[in-house]
Nanobody
Framework: QVQLVESGGGLVQPGGSLRLSCAAS????????IAWFRQAPGKEREGVAS????????SYEDSVKGRFTISRDSATNTVFLQMNSLKPEDTAVYYC??????????????????WGQGTQVTVSS
């Protein structure tokens, strides 16, 4: 059974940084795409970044390019999202999701069948 557990959210000031973690278990890490999504209050969930567990290829949504970095540790089946230069508009619940053999981009919610419970990120002074 696929299980994804996010951690690392919190309150941070504008311009600050956070690193989110997604610990994956219950499936073979190879050949999966792992993605981060976020959902702000009153808005639809949107894809932020994705990574291939096989070769580490990545894809980013335009608003986070140059600020966010997705990475993986295959030894521990963990995917990270390093978020720098955070802005108030980055405030959202962040989710990780996993699915085998889907495209890295576009990062579409309907492609993914396994989801974590989410972690809150609040950017505010």
């Amino acid at each position: 059974q696929v299980q994804l557990v996010e951690s690392g959210g919190g309150l941070v000031q504008p311009g600050g940084s956070l690193r989110l973690s997604c610990a994956a278990s219950g499936f073979t890490f190879d050949y999966y795409v792992i993605a981060w999504f976020r959902q702000a209050p009153g808005k639809e969930r949107e894809g932020v970044a994705s990574i291939s567990s096989t070769d580490g290829s990545t894809s980013y949504e335009d608003s986070v390019k140059g600020r966010f970095t997705i990475s993986r540790d295959s030894a521990t089946n963990t995917v990270f999202l390093q978020m720098n230069s955070l802005k108030p508009e980055d405030t959202a619940v962040y989710y990780c999701a996993a699915e085998p053999m889907v495209p890295l981009a576009p990062i579409i919610e309907e492609y993914f069948g396994s989801w974590g419970q989410g972690t809150q990120v609040t950017v505010s002074s």
